[in-house]
């Protein structure tokens, strides 16, 4: 038996606090204020409850992670996920570090190109692209990955009427040791639905295939996965380059990496749990340096990430509505906010920190929304200070997917503000009101009238 290998310990410092059976405590100090605008002071002038996002946190998360890929491989290129956050004024931050658009819908897509972003610099993913706009995104030079054989038979036929070449690329599928594997959308690597679509591609000269495109999964914590993705891809590239003489000029390794948040029956936070950036980098990188490629015809690597780029950059300030006994004993505090505005509470357990001075009793409660719905429970178990009516709180990590997820269900929207590199908090989205519903109804004649 060979010998092993020796490894130097390696100690890992823990951000668990004092544990309990329902998890750890939550903060020991106020969060009063986010980059130097004071909580109090936000929620007295937008109102609650209120979205805040930090353009720092989204400058130096951004940094960090174009650090982590630049200095390992030569050619990158990060592409903003849209459907992760699409504000504008969100999206104009990350435009403005060199990111360009990568879109899932024709909502989307517009919304990039009205934001100034060169169709030739938007990515169009998704199953659910129409007739019209897969027109408007081969007008616009614009690279399209196909999803399935109906989308690749429809710019096939498109190509007869167009008089330009579209830009494509197939979304892959495979897998990569993580289960249940994500094979819903693309082509399968390992039953050579990937080879069909390529072969199609290649064969009928009416488009240029010049990517190869995969996304494994949702808040992944093994980069080891996005390894093997990367391998596979390369794999492949190297393959149609063997075949056809084609070179693949980007190799689009989608995202997913995790964010900070803690995820629901995890016994760590995840602050202990999430790989850092660069183990993510390592992986890939590594598996497409050692792949065999030609220096000179070395794919240039995409990556969609979202999460990992904006969720810690979000904040949502709330207000205590009242506080009540359960019947079997337990507190309940009740917020201005629920799950239709603060969607991941259904799979992250949010950190959770009161916004004012508070003891240092604690106790074990469930928080709730307001929502008249049984199912509208931010936190199933937090350990709080006791809060009266009219105290506030910050939930931390939430800048990603709830304000595109979120619903209007029995309460309003909130307003979404940014706090600028200087400390000025700014409107990016305002608050909504009945006449945003209203505006959207049709009232028939017959209607119109009625008497109680």
């Not at 904040?315 to 507190?331: A, E, P, Q, W």
Request: charged share 25%; hydrophobic share 40%; aromatic share 10%.
């Amino acid at each position: 038996m060979a010998k092993l290998q020796y490894e130097r310990p390696l100690i890992q410092k823990l951000n668990t606090g004092t544990m309990n059976k329902f998890g750890t405590r939550t903060e020991y100090r106020p969060h009063t204020e986010i980059d130097g605008a004071k909580v109090e002071d936000l929620m007295k002038e937008f109102g609650s409850p209120l979205f805040v996002i930090s353009e720092k946190t989204i400058r130096d998360k951004f940094n960090d992670a174009n650090r982590a890929f630049k200095t390992r491989y030569p050619k990158v290129q990060f592409v903003w996920s849209y459907k992760t956050n699409y504000i504008a004024a969100v999206c104009n931050v990350y435009h403005q570090l060199g990111s360009w658009s990568e879109v899932v819908s024709g909502f989307e897509y517009n919304k990039a190109l009205k934001s100034g972003v060169p169709g030739s610099k938007i990515i169009f993913n998704g199953p659910d692209k129409t007739v019209e706009e897969l027109k408007l995104a081969i007008e616009n030079n614009s690279l399209i990955h196909i999803d399935h054989l109906d989308e690749l038979y429809t710019i096939i036929e498109l190509t007869s009427e167009i008089q330009k070449r579209p830009k494509v690329a197939i979304r892959v599928n495979m897998d990569t040791g993580i289960y249940p594997m994500w094979d819903r959308f693309g082509f399968n690597y390992e039953n050579g639905q990937a080879w069909d679509a390529i072969n199609k591609i290649v064969l009928t000269d009416k488009m240029d295939l010049v990517g190869l495109h995969c996304h494994i999964g949702t808040f992944m914590l093994a980069p080891s996965a996005y390894g093997v993705a990367a391998a596979k891809l390369s794999e492949l590239a190297l393959a149609i380059r063997k075949k056809y003489g084609k070179t693949i000029q980007y190799l689009d390794m989608g995202g997913g990496f995790a964010s900070k948040n803690t995820l629901k029956g995890s016994f760590l936070s995840g602050a202990d749990t999430t790989p850092p950036i660069d183990d993510y980098a390592e992986a890939i990188t590594t598996s497409i340096l050692n792949a065999g490629f030609l220096e000179e015809e070395l794919p240039t690597l995409y990556l969609e990430t979202g999460r990992a780029l904006i969720d810690e950059a979000g904040y949502l300030l709330g207000t205590v509505i009242s506080n009540k006994r359960l019947s079997d004993g337990r507190k309940a505090t009740i917020m201005d906010f629920g799950v239709n505005i603060l969607f991941t509470a259904f799979w992250y357990d949010h950190k959770i920190t009161p916004a004012q001075e508070f003891s240092h009793y604690t106790e074990n409660s469930v928080m709730y929304g307001p929502l008249c719905m049984n199912i509208d429970v931010v936190r199933e178990n937090v350990t709080l200070p006791p809060m009266k009516k009219g105290d506030h709180v910050v939930v931390h990590t939430v800048g990603a997917y709830n304000m595109t997820q979120w619903m209007q269900f029995i309460s309003l929207r909130p307003a979404v503000v940014m706090i600028d590199m200087k400390g000025k908090a700014h409107l990016i989205r305002k608050r909504e009101t009945l006449s945003n519903i209203d505006a959207s109804e049709e009232m028939p004649g017959y209607l119109k009238e009625f008497k109680l």
